[in-house]
């Protein structure tokens, strides 16, 4: 079920490109736009929790931002968890 | 080449970091970005329940959005048992990122955005847990709309299961006072790829239909849920055929998944996947007038049970010892 929940095909309107640059969606979770399944439970004014299966990484983010739909702060959260993939992915 | 270069600096920096770091023991702080703008003065207030101002507004997010309880009574969600281990790095970790134009610490991440929580996890191990505002590791934060995942997991446990017969079954086999409504007729795949095509815009503007929605549910003297989605009965484009971010349609999700399985949410969720999680606390979530959780929104949780949630799923549904949420 997490598999199918979590994986979009790729010629699907959902898919992570085709619904939004960076995230497509699949069984109410945000799936991210990547080479290997990666993905998100997103609330507003900047709550969520990031998941990487393949490193086990995750990142919990409560906050209390201003506007509640995404802004530049969400670019720099993903700019973080991006980093924490890259430099803390292996074991 | 430049690229190169960059990332061997970001590789240097990291280790400077990591040598300086704290343990990765919970690191809390009484401030914030804009912290007397969010109300520090007055210990972070919530608004009373009876509050007619707006209770979005600065002041109030810090307190409302880490003790929601105190806004309305919130339907428990117990755990049981001893909690699941969550080990410690010796030291914290501290990436290093590039944005807007420099290179930037994790503790600058924290100085330049309002984050109440922020915890970094792998395997089983914390590797990095820090509070702002005054905030720690007892309160229990709100999803917002982190729980419309939580509501598609109990859909999918309701499936496999066999309360739920078929993912393509139409919501009024389960709540049959949405039949002859356009969301009756509508699939519980739709409604988990956020695709009813029903007419609801979710803008998050004054009076938009997600206001509409919370009108309905959040009031103690509210109509509750079937009525909410009720007032959502324009077909706009056929199921399954195009995107609409709906918090309607995960409220419907909810429905479905509380008449299938005879109990309510906050058991479901509770006896299925709280209690196996091993999470240190209840959690809550809020129920509308008529008994019904508010499927979209309003769970809250200790910042270490969201990360074992997320550990969870990373985990393809197996923690703790047990396969929780089924993997295919």
New interface residues.
């Given amino acids: 079920m997490i598999l199918d929940a979590t994986t979009v095909p790729e010629d699907s309107y959902l898919a992570p490109g085709k619904l939004s640059p960076l995230l497509g969606y699949g069984y109410q979770v945000w799936i991210a736009k990547s080479v290997r399944r990666r993905f998100s439970l997103l609330g507003i004014h900047g709550q969520a929790v990031f998941v990487d299966p393949a490193t086990k990484l995750v990142l919990v983010h409560t906050a209390v931002r201003l506007h509640p739909e995404a802004t530049a702060q969400d670019l720099e959260l993903v700019a973080l968890w991006y980093a924490v993939l890259a430099q803390y992915g292996a074991k | 080449m430049t690229r190169r270069v960059c990332y061997a600096t970001?590789?240097l920096l990291?280790l400077a970091g990591t040598a300086r770091a704290e343990p990765a023991e919970p690191m809390f702080s009484a401030s914030g970005p804009e912290a007397e703008a969010?109300g520090s003065g007055e210990g972070y207030p919530v608004p009373p329940p009876d509050y007619q101002g707006d209770r979005l507004s600065?002041h109030f997010?810090?307190g409302q959005?880490?003790h929601f309880d105190l806004f309305r009574p919130l339907r428990t969600v117990p755990t049981a048992g001893p909690p699941s281990i969550l080990k410690r790095a010796a030291t914290e970790?501290a990436?290093?990122?590039?944005?807007?134009g420099r290179l930037k610490l994790?503790t600058d991440?924290l100085h330049?955005?309002?984050?109440?929580?922020?915890?970094?996890?792998?395997?089983d191990t914390i590797?990095f847990e820090h509070y702002q505002?005054a905030r720690s590791d007892k309160d229990r934060?709100?999803?917002?709309?982190?729980?419309?995942?939580v509501?598609?997991?109990l859909?999918?446990?309701a499936?496999?299961e066999g309360t739920i017969h078929s993912i393509d079954d139409p919501v009024a086999t389960y709540v049959p006072e949405l039949a002859g409504t356009a969301y009756g007729s509508t699939s519980i795949r739709a409604l988990?790829?956020?695709?009813s095509g029903t007419d609801y815009r979710e803008t998050?503007q004054p009076n938009d239909d997600v206001a509409k929605l919370t009108r309905s549910v959040f009031p103690p003297d509210g109509p509750g849920a079937v009525a909410a989605i009720k007032q959502f009965d324009t077909r706009a484009a056929p199921p399954g055929?195009?995107?609409n971010y709906s918090s309607a349609d995960?409220e419907v999700?909810g429905l479905v998944v509380s008449r299938a399985v005879h109990m309510p949410l906050a058991e479901y969720l509770s006896t299925r996947i709280w209690k196996k999680l091993g999470a240190e606390a209840d959690a809550g979530w809020l129920a509308d007038p008529t008994g019904q959780e508010v499927a979209f929104?309003c769970m809250v949780a200790r910042?270490r049970d969201?990360?074992r949630?997320?550990?969870m799923?990373?985990?393809?549904?197996e923690w703790n010892g047990q396969q929780i949420?089924?993997?295919?």
């Fill in positions: 970001l590789l990291a969010y600065q997010l810090v959005y880490s970790i990436p290093l990122y590039a944005y807007g994790i991440y330049d955005n309002p984050a109440t929580g922020l915890l970094i996890a792998r395997g590797l505002y934060f709100l999803s917002q709309s982190m729980a419309k995942t509501t598609g997991l859909v999918g446990i499936l496999s988990l790829q956020m695709s998050y055929t195009r995107f995960t999700l929104c910042l969201w990360a949630l997320g550990l799923l990373a985990h393809d549904g949420v089924p993997r295919q």
